[in-house]
T-cell receptor, first 118, second 113 residues
Framework: GAVVSQHPSRVICKSGTSVKIECRSL??????MFWYRQFPKQSLMLMAT?????????EQGVEKDKFLINHASLTLSTLTVTSAHPEDSSFYIC??????????????FGAGSRLTVL | EDKVVQSPLSLVVHEGDTVTLNCSYE??????LLWYKQEKKAPTFLFML????IEKKSGRLSSILDKKELFSILNITATQTGDSAVYLC?????????????FGEGTQLTVNP
């Protein structure tokens, strides 16, 4: 149980285009999902927290207009990288808390999306 | 600001060796410390630790937390090539709106045959 599906796994796009990444919780509901970004040989950096039915909460330094997040239902969150530039090339990973265990939440991660902007 | 520091950043061992990975942290409103294993793609969950001194064990992997000294270790005994991965440590902070994780840089473990 507790599977998070992320699509696409890999995308190459031209500079200036927009790219949408989907994150779905397959067998559980997720009122909250987290979007991370990971550069090579670096750790996961939280970009934003996606909240079902309300606006996403962005981390300091993350442009809201650049990285649009929509949490349309209890099983789907999307991240759209608008007007992508080469510096946006990165590995994007979504995750969702899979439930309460000992009072805390354990994250289940999607497989990640490798974005390359030419 | 929360801080998670892992050491070493990189480690190369031979099959059969035992390794110890370290994670120290500074966080307000500590809730838990988690270990993840990241191979080529997404991290997979290993352990969650909330109490000091209680060892969590899963096969050849074990972990323990020291909330007084603010660190945790992850041990892997009789390492295998399949253990090669990045091991991430994360601390969970309790917030009014829920909780959030801060990840360390990870330890890149390479196990050679």
């Amino acid at each position: 149980g507790a599977v998070v599906s992320q699509h696409p796994s890999r995308v190459i796009c031209k500079s200036g285009t927009s790219v949408k990444i989907e994150c779905r919780s397959l067998d559980f509901q997720a009122t909250t999902m987290f979007w991370y970004r990971q550069f090579p040989k670096q750790s996961l950096m939280l970009m934003a927290t996606s909240n079902e039915g309300s606006k996403a909460t962005y981390e300091q330094g993350v442009e809201k207009d650049k990285f649009l997040i929509n949490h349309a239902s209890l099983t789907l969150s999307t991240l759209t990288v608008t007007s992508a530039h080469p510096e946006d090339s990165s590995f994007y990973i979504c995750s969702a808390p899979r439930g309460v265990w000992s009072g805390a939440n354990v994250l289940t991660f999607g497989a990640g999306s490798r974005l390359t902007v030419l | 600001e929360d801080k998670v520091v892992q050491s070493p950043l990189s480690l190369v061992v031979h099959e059969g060796d035992t390794v110890t990975l370290n994670c120290s942290y500074e966080v307000t409103n500590f809730r838990s410390l988690l270990w993840y294993k990241q191979e080529k793609k997404a991290p997979t969950f290993l352990f969650m630790l909330t109490s000091s001194g209680i060892e969590k064990k899963s096969g050849r992997l074990s972990s323990i937390l020291d909330k007084k000294e603010l660190f945790s270790i992850l041990n892997i005994t009789a390492t295998q090539t399949g253990d090669s991965a990045v091991y991430l440590c994360a601390v969970e902070r309790l917030e009014t709106s829920g909780s959030r994780l801060t990840f360390g840089e990870g330890t890149q473990l390479t196990v050679n045959p």
